[in-house]
């Protein structure tokens, strides 16, 4: 049993079950023992690899998506170019660099904000960006940035916002908590709250005893903070998680572990909680701001902004060995059976992210 785990049965024997939002917001952000308070979660010796690790290519087209951005907003200046949830800070690295190649006077006239509530990724992000980051300001909050035109992403910030689970039981929808068993250990129960109809989403009348539900209220507040910056400033949001365009019913909740699945219950504080993001909400929040909105999969808008011919630039010059990296990089990014599908992307601005490759727009 872990420290928190003793920790958690302890509270739940006194006060009584918690919910799966109150487990999730312990298990990764608890300031004695939270999973990204503890520990390094990033590559290979962490328990989880993203994009921006995989390879440069991936913050690279990022950057020229964001000039592109820019270009058919009017160029304007100043403007802010941020990132909320940073991670190591490698996209910001490698977007930045592409940037300053395509568009110097947007680098150069552009404040740059890093959004990160971790002092301890905040460093690691200072160490990652070099000599770059003397011109960073970090940020806690999107609050804070400054009133430019904002030019902001995310890679895999939504998914480890916490959720709400609800379970459909004879009663009808009940929250799902956390309580312990007769054994003491860490189990799933149905409790009291409920959920009205109206939240749920299409055909869920029929589905059976035992199906999921999932909202994330939480993950809705952010992206209204981010969008009523647009809203007012200016400028757009391109946003990237793994998760569905569509809402519907299932149990997304899980574990990593040493780049393993592990059961949820098993190792709380020592494994990374997640869950898919559901981007038809997301969107849905971000027109509530007034607001369009697109996406598409990892894979169709990586390829579509030319992921293959930047990967035939980089292996022109270079050893077979190397070739064959840039291949597997193109693969575990851009493929169906790894993250190109499993990966979605949104985009959204005040006027419609008609930037290539979103042909189309919702929120009309």
């Known amino acids: 049993m872990t420290p928190l785990a003793r920790r958690l049965a302890e509270q739940i024997a006194a006060h009584g079950p918690i919910s799966v939002a109150e487990y999730m917001a312990m298990c990764l952000f608890d ?26 290519m991936f913050g690279e087209i990022v950057g020229v998506w964001l000039v592109a951005a820019w270009q058919a907003l009017g160029r304007p200046l100043p403007a802010t170019i941020a990132e909320i ?27 740059i904000a890093l959004v990160e509530a971790s002092p301890r990724l905040a460093e690691v992000q200072r160490q990652t960006l070099g000599e770059a980051s003397q011109r960073i300001s970090w940020l806690r909050t999107v609050d804070e940035l400054p009133p430019h035109s904002l030019f902001i992403v995310g890679n895999e910030l939504f998914d480890a916002i916490p959720i709400r689970q609800f379970v459909k039981t004879q009663a009808g929808w009940r929250e799902r908590m956390v309580g312990l068993d007769e054994a003491g250990a ?3 129960f149905a409790g009291m709250a409920s959920l009205d109809d109206t939240f749920l989403p299409p055909g869920s009348a029929d589905a059976p005893e035992g199906s999921i539900f999932e909202i994330a209220p939480a993950r809705s507040a952010v992206m209204a903070g981010i969008a009523q910056r647009i809203a007012q400033d200016g400028g757009a949001g391109l946003f990237f998680d793994y998760g569905h365009l569509a809402s519907g019913l299932g149990d997304t909740l899980q574990a990593v572990r040493r780049h393993t699945y592990d059961p949820t219950l098993d190792h709380p504080g020592e494994a990374d909680l997640t869950s898919h993001v559901d981007f038809e909400a997301l969107a849905r929040e971000a027109e ?8 598409m999969s990892q894979g169709e808008f990586l390829l579509a902004m030319g ?15 190397r070739r064959e990296e840039i291949r597997d990089e193109v ?15 949104l985009a959204i601005a005040r006027k419609p992210p008609s930037i290539a490759p979103f042909s189309h727009v919702s929120g009309d």
Not at 307 to 321: C, K, M, Q
Not at 331 to 345: P, S, T, W
């Open 288 to 295: 509530r701001q007034g607001l369009k909105t697109a996406a």
């Open 31 to 56: 300031p004695e023992d939270g999973y990204y308070t503890t520990r390094e979660p990033f590559g290979a010796y962490g328990d989880f690899t993203t994009a921006p690790e995989i390879s440069q």
């Open 186 to 188: 860490l189990a799933f």
């Open 331 to 345: 693969e575990r990014l851009a493929a169906q059976d790894q993250m190109g599908e499993l990966f979605k992307v």
């Open 307 to 321: 992921l293959l011919e930047r990967a035939s630039s980089l292996g022109a010059n270079v050893d077979e060995t």
């Open 85 to 111: 949830g940073p991670g190591r800070g490698t996209l910001t690295k490698d977007l930045l660099r592409t940037i300053r190649h395509l568009a110097p006077e947007l680098e150069s006239g552009s404040q």
